[in-house]
């Protein structure tokens, strides 16, 4: 439902007040607790761990990963669980409810569908699957099974994406013409393995049997906020890539350029690079009355056209100088009006974006909800990077018919 400009107003300096994440008081200790496996204990699924260890209502049972020194590190974050080599010990215990899946690329579709196909819900990092006839059957076992299937795009869980979606559609941009996003690192994105035998297995994201390369593994997340802030997924895409700095044997590429069309000729550049880290890595949104810009997932601003005519609605909102301009805040924590409900104020503080994702997971198994990233909002996604990918290995315009994303 729309929000009038009073409202928008209340409910907080730039956007609606907070998604109901659950009120994370002592009455959490009462929640049911849903058993969860982890598949994955490399770099992204630790991490996740570590978050779902507070996690009000999730019991970590069982941890999986066929490297035992990764194998290991779960370990040490859930000593109480199960720790095995092979998957399908998941599968096979039916007191399981939830699974994560935080494997590298080539392996999400056939895990999550064997979790769907056992009766588990899954939660499957991103990007959603290495080719789009894998997207569209973890879409289909989602949807034949009656499973919750949520995909790891976590910045839609972010309370400043969120906000400031909520400014776009209450006008505080206008006419939304063109987007920008930049990840650029300075690294060479490869791990050091104990032995050479282990290089294509650790080091998984730069060979193209395993991997989507850098639009997968960073522009997919960033693509999903172009469609989410839009509304639509693109038509079309041309870009440019190469292997050109990191003469090392690698097959992804180590730079890539996009530009994503869009209805209604809006455009959306992207660029990923790994030989300077200047611009770091943010997403913005250009229209015709202002610009809003995310940078790093922790800050979010708005800068209003000097032709664009004054909103009262926006004179309560907090104000900084950036770069010699003028900024509206979005702002990120729990909302601070005297009106708020207990469940706004929920967000609280440390709570990142992982965790709040991590958190709906859990409400998707216990109380039916439905996932902020599910399976078909993250197909758009991850067909606009592979067909990326396509266009910048055949150096031409690649069309994306709505017919890739459909199941």
């Known amino acids: 439902m729309d929000l009038s400009r009073r409202d928008f107003l209340r409910q907080s300096a730039i956007g609606a007040a907070l998604v109901s994440f659950g009120v994370l008081t002592s009455k959490a200790n009462a929640q049911p607790k ?11 699924g630790t991490n996740l761990l570590r978050q779902l260890t507070t996690v009000p209502g999730a019991d970590i049972v069982m941890i999986c990963d066929d490297y035992a020194p990764h194998l290991e590190n779960g370990r040490k974050i859930a000593p109480a669980a199960k720790a095995v080599s092979d998957y399908r010990a998941v599968l096979d215990d039916a007191s399981i409810e939830g699974v994560v899946i935080a494997t590298p690329l080539h392996l999400h579709a056939q895990m999550t569908i064997a979790a ?9 990092e991103k990007m959603m699957a290495k080719t789009v006839q894998d997207a569209k059957a973890m879409a289909a076992a989602a949807a034949s099974t009656g499973k ?6 976590q910045r839609r869980h972010n309370p400043i994406y969120q906000k400031a979606r909520n400014g776009v559609k209450a006008d505080a941009v206008g006419r939304v013409t063109h987007l920008r996003a930049v990840w650029h690192r300075n690294g060479s994105w490869r791990r050091s393995v104990p032995d050479a035998s282990l290089e294509r297995r650790l080091n998984w994201r730069l060979y193209d049997e395993y991997s989507g390369g850098l639009m997968a593994e960073l522009g997919s997340h960033q693509i999903d906020i172009f469609n989410w802030f839009l509304g639509s997924a693109p038509t079309a895409v041309v870009g440019f890539g190469g292997v050109d700095y990191w003469q ?4 992804a ?3 890539v350029s996009c530009v994503f069309e869009y209805p209604n000729g809006v455009r959306a550049l992207y660029s990923s690079i790994t030989s300077n880290a200047h611009d770091s890595y943010s997403e913005w949104v250009f229209g015709d009355k202002g ?17 664009a005519e004054q909103l009262t609605w926006l004179d309560a909102a907090q104000r900084e100088k950036v770069g010699g301009r003028e900024a509206i805040v979005v702002e990120g924590g729990p909302t601070k009006r005297s009106d708020a409900k207990p469940e706004e104020l929920a967000y609280g503080e440390n709570r990142n974006a992982y965790w709040l994702e991590l ?12 996932p902020l990233v599910p399976a078909s909002e993250a197909l758009k996604a991850c067909v606009a990077a592979l067909r990326a990918n396509e266009a910048m290995a055949a150096r031409s315009r690649v069309e994306i018919p709505r017919s890739d994303w459909t199941v």
């Open 359 to 370: 958190a709906q997971f859990i409400r998707c198994i216990q109380q039916g909800e439905k």
């Open 291 to 307: 610009s809003i810009g995310f940078i790093e997932e922790s800050k979010g601003y708005l800068f209003r056209e000097a032709k």
């Open 148 to 153: 919750t299937l949520m995909i790891g795009h």
């Open 34 to 44: 849903s058993k969860i496996a982890l598949v994955g204990t490399g770099a992204q």
């Open 248 to 251: 090392d044997g690698r097959e």
């Open 253 to 255: 590429f180590d730079n």
């Open 116 to 124: 769907l196909r056992a009766g588990k819900h899954a939660l499957c």
